[in-house]
């Protein structure tokens, strides 16, 4: 995206140097990174990054809007309404596109949104390791609004411990240890202190949760909770009986609490009017369809990972949807070529990340992960056997 350091940055790149810097970043968790990790970070000039914040702020206004749990009420299932809600999400993280607009010139384009966390920890390390392994432009960082590592950290422990020891708190998760996203739930140990816990292990006494840690009984005070229901309702009836845990009344805290997954995601998007938010609506709202579905994409509001959306979408597609209120209908957006690589340019997407403070007016925007693909979608599972793809991370200039 400048490309005078993109230049720069692909001329002096050598595979040596590459394998070099994997076999340092895999090396602090053996066999714990499963996707593939890219030959580039993205090089992000200051224009861009403001085009990205102006967009996220806006949608935060909606969020930060007394009248936004109201104006959700629908977005969490009757079923999987989990008690004890509180007022915001810890965690926000916005998924934008970069796209060229019709004046030809790069601009992002939100494509998805989660109240829940992201590979916030993992990210402190790639930027760490990277940093020994190649040059970076002097005045580019990948945190924003003047965080370092050091005070990023301090951030991401007050919010998941808020007052309790870090042996009070857990980072739950169903079977951590088999999860590709593992290498976070490592990092986040490193430098939280806080060890991930399967749902599996947990023990309700009355309203009190424990687990063993180092086979001592250990109360847990407070969540910083990865479970993502359309997971746990893909896993034996044994292991999603033990979710139930999620609906009874408990003596715990969540960072962030569950029900955010629902409030701040694609159902939000349909309420947003911004010109980096495609246009998007609910499906059972739709009175007459556009005469041009082939731009637009089909998505399940309760999936993750990509799951269930339909690109080129026709007619039997939407005839063939049994419930349109679970449903959106969202403009198609086109990623550009952006990221020059030896062989073929990548598309790429950025993930802000935005973390909210208990007492806090609003979050703050505070670091960043992206993707690189070549693929029809972006995201690991669809960009096999190709290089210079896979996830990376933003450098902002400053």
């Known amino acids: 995206m400048i ?4 230049k720069a940055y692909n001329e002096a790149f050598t595979p040596a140097q590459y394998e070099a810097f994997l076999q340092e970043l895999n090396g602090v968790h053996p066999g714990a990174i499963e996707f593939r990790v890219a030959e580039t970070p993205i090089f992000v000039p200051k224009d861009f990054t403001q085009k990205i914040l102006h967009a996220c702020e806006s949608i935060i206004d909606i969020i930060v809007d007394p009248n936004f749990k109201e104006l959700t009420k629908n977005a969490v299932r009757k079923e999987l309404n989990v008690p004890g809600e509180n007022g915001h999400s810890h ?3 916005f998924d934008f596109g970069i796209c060229i607009n019709e004046q030809g010139e790069y601009e992002p384009q939100l494509i998805e949104m989660q109240g829940f966390p992201s590979l916030f920890a993992y990210e402190v390390l790639i930027d760490e390791v990277f940093r020994r392994h190649f040059p970076v432009p002097e005045n580019f960082s990948c945190y924003l609004n003047g965080y370092t590592k050091e005070t990023y950290i301090q951030l991401l422990k007050e919010i998941i411990l808020g007052d309790h020891a870090p042996e009070n708190v857990i980072l739950l998760e169903i079977f951590p240890h088999q999860q590709k996203t593992r290498i976070d739930f490592y990092c986040t140990e490193d430098y939280t202190g806080i060890k991930a816990i399967c749902l599996t292990e947990l023990i309700k006494e009355g309203k009190k949760l424990y687990y063993l840690n180092n086979g001592i009984k250990t109360e847990v005070k407070r969540i910083y909770n990865r479970v993502i229901f359309d997971d746990l309702q893909q896993q034996t009836p044994e292991v999603q009986a033990k979710g139930n845990i999620f609906f009874e009344e408990l003596e715990v805290e969540w960072a962030p609490h569950p029900n955010w997954f629902y ?6 998007l349909p309420f947003i009017r911004h010109p980096y938010v495609p246009q998007t609506f609910f499906l059972n709202e739709v009175k007459q369809m556009p005469a041009d579905l082939e731009n637009y994409v089909l998505k399940p509001l309760f999936s993750f990972a990509g799951q269930g ?3 080129d979408v026709t007619q039997a597609d939407i005839d063939h949807v049994k419930d349109p209120e679970n449903w959106i209908l969202q403009r198609k957006v086109k990623y550009a070529e952006v990221i020059q690589t030896p062989d073929v340019p990548a598309k790429a997407e950025i993930r802000m990340f935005y973390f909210w403070k208990d007492g806090e007016a609003r979050p703050v925007a505070t670091n960043n992960l992206g993707r690189l693909s070549k693929g029809k979608m972006i995201g690991v599972r669809y960009n ?3 290089e210079w793809v896979g996830g990376n ?3 902002f200039e400053e």
């Open 91 to 93: 965690f926000i993280a």
């Open 309 to 311: 959306v339909i690109i």
């Open 393 to 395: 991370f933003c450098y």
């Open 3 to 6: 490309p005078a350091i993109r």
């Open 384 to 386: 096999k056997d190709k």
């Open 263 to 268: 409030r701040i995601s694609k159902y939000t």
